[in-house]
């Protein structure tokens, strides 16, 4: 008998796998946003050394919503946009609906909650959950929960001129793009800021699930047995860091 020769053919190959890509328009807007963040830089740093006035920021300020954020300077934004009587710097429009206001202040500024106060009503009263403000080079991101109270959340910040790479700082502002923010996936960023914010942790380790299961730990652990409200007490007195328990 003859030996039976190996079969030449060629072994089955393995299926490649595929290589799932972003859509082409989130990455068309990603590419300019990173390539308008690098542009801007030279000559923010020049407004902002300057210190020029806020009328004077504003006309960056557009350009970085046409040019960066790619927003329509005549259909999407309305520059002193009337609310009862009084102005917001900028509301924005996407598809003819109200979706952000944007509070302008001079370079030197030092943003915090108090320059907010005014735009919170605007936003209140239009139905609006989103608020920048902004003096050129910080972007503060804050997201508006109706009701009583009002509450007030930053969502994120950035910085233009930073120490962060202009990939990091692209990656943040890019939920401020028009093409993002149409798509609302700026939500599910709030939603991810929201559940892991220290309230909602701390809220979760005081309940009484948790609280439970503490107290069992403890008593196999110690043989101590106490009340799930003295585990409350001193979670919120000594463990949990101040004010997360409001």
Not at 189 to 210: D, E, G, N, T
Request: net charge neutral.
């Amino acid at each position: 008998m003859e030996p039976v020769e190996a079969s030449s053919a060629p072994a089955p190959e393995k299926p490649k796998a595929v290589k799932r890509s972003m859509p082409a328009w989130e990455e068309a807007a990603r590419d300019r946003l990173k390539a308008a963040v690098k542009k801007y830089q030279k000559p923010l740093a020049d407004l902002v050394e300057r210190d020029v006035n806020e009328a004077d920021i504003r006309l960056f300020i557009t350009d970085f919503l046409c040019d960066a954020l790619g927003y329509d300077k005549y259909s999407d934004l309305s520059t002193e946009y009337r609310v009862k009587g009084e102005y917001a710097d900028y509301g924005v429009r996407i598809d003819k609906q109200l979706v952000a206001f944007i509070e302008v202040k001079r370079p030197s500024t030092v943003l915090g909650t108090k320059h907010l106060r005014q735009v919170e009503m605007y936003a209140v009263n239009e139905g609006v959950e989103w608020i920048i403000l902004t003096n050129g080079a910080v972007w503060q991101i804050y997201h508006v929960t109706g009701g009583l109270p009002v509450v007030i959340d930053l969502a994120f910040a950035v910085n233009l001129l930073g120490e962060e790479s202009v990939a990091k700082k692209a990656e943040s502002l890019y939920y401020l793009t028009k093409e993002s923010l149409k798509r609302r996936q700026i939500d599910e960023l709030w939603k991810a800021k929201r559940a892991m914010s220290p309230k909602s942790l701390a809220q979760i380790v005081c309940s009484a699930a948790v609280t439970e299961a503490i107290r069992k730990e403890l008593k196999r652990q110690t043989g101590y047995s106490t009340e799930a409200a003295d585990i409350i007490r001193v979670l919120k007195e000594v463990v949990i860091r101040p004010g997360c328990c409001e």
